[in-house]
């Protein structure tokens, strides 16, 4: 069975740092690739970053570019965020996502339940 | 960047009704297009990927169709259940974008 496990949410002051986890088992990690998706309070997805199975190739959303870094652990089966500057915008549930193949073209197939982020003094 | 519209943004109808989301890409993106539910205070699951094909385990009043830049996703005959928010997002390359969704209530 697949699972995702999100960790790492909290408050922090706006400019702060925050690193995310997400613990993944039930399916081979280096095979897929994963993704970061946001969701701020009462509103839709928005995709955050993605990295394809290797880790070699990263890509970020405009909104969080030079501010969050993507990556993975293969031998530790986890998927990371590290969020810096962060800005009260970014307050949100975090989701990681597996994607349906080892590069990013592909849907999500499994979601973890989420870890809330929120930035405020 | 790629632009994903998703109309309507919400709609109510009856039980049993046919109900159909049409999502349009402001640029081609062949079929690389999928469709999410998201029910209230739940995670998002996936419903259809690569336009037409039903994800394992979804009930097959979903159906979705469409290439290029427009896009539907049909419920046949919709059920109490079927209240949610539904998405689409296109992955052909990033960013990876998600439509502003559409929230599907029971009249």
């Known amino acids: 069975e697949v699972q995702l496990l999100e960790s790492g949410g909290g408050l922090v002051q706006p400019g702060g740092s925050l690193r995310l986890s997400c613990a993944a088992s039930g399916f081979t990690f280096s095979s897929y690739a994963m993704s970061w998706v946001r969701q701020a309070p009462g509103e839709g997805l928005e995709w955050v970053s993605a990295?394809?199975?290797?880790?070699?190739?990263?890509y970020y959303a405009d909104s969080v570019k030079g501010r969050f870094t993507i990556s993975r652990d293969n031998s530790k089966n986890t998927l990371y965020l590290q969020m810096n500057s962060l800005r009260a915008e970014d307050t949100a549930v975090y989701y990681c996502?597996?994607?349906?193949?080892?590069?990013?073209?592909?849907?999500?197939?499994?979601w973890g339940q989420g870890t809330l982020v929120t930035v405020s003094s | 960047d790629i632009q994903m519209t998703q109309s309507p943004s919400s709609l109510s109808a009856s039980v049993g009704d046919r109900v159909t989301i049409t999502c349009r890409a402001s640029?081609?993106?062949?079929?690389?297009l999928a469709w999410y539910q998201q029910k209230p205070g739940k995670v998002p699951n996936l419903l259809i990927y690569?336009?037409?094909a039903l994800q394992s385990g979804v009930p097959s009043r979903f159906s979705g169709s469409g290439s290029g830049t427009d896009f539907t996703l049909t419920i046949s005959s919709l059920q109490p259940e079927d209240v949610a928010t539904y998405y689409c997002q296109k992955y052909n390359s990033a960013p990876l974008t998600f439509g502003g969704g559409t929230k599907v209530e029971i009249k």
């Open positions: 996502a597996k994607g349906e193949v080892v590069i990013i073209k592909g849907s999500f197939d499994y």
């Open positions: 640029q081609g993106v062949t079929t690389y």
């Open positions: 990295i394809t199975g290797s880790g070699g190739t990263t």
């Open positions: 690569a336009a037409s």
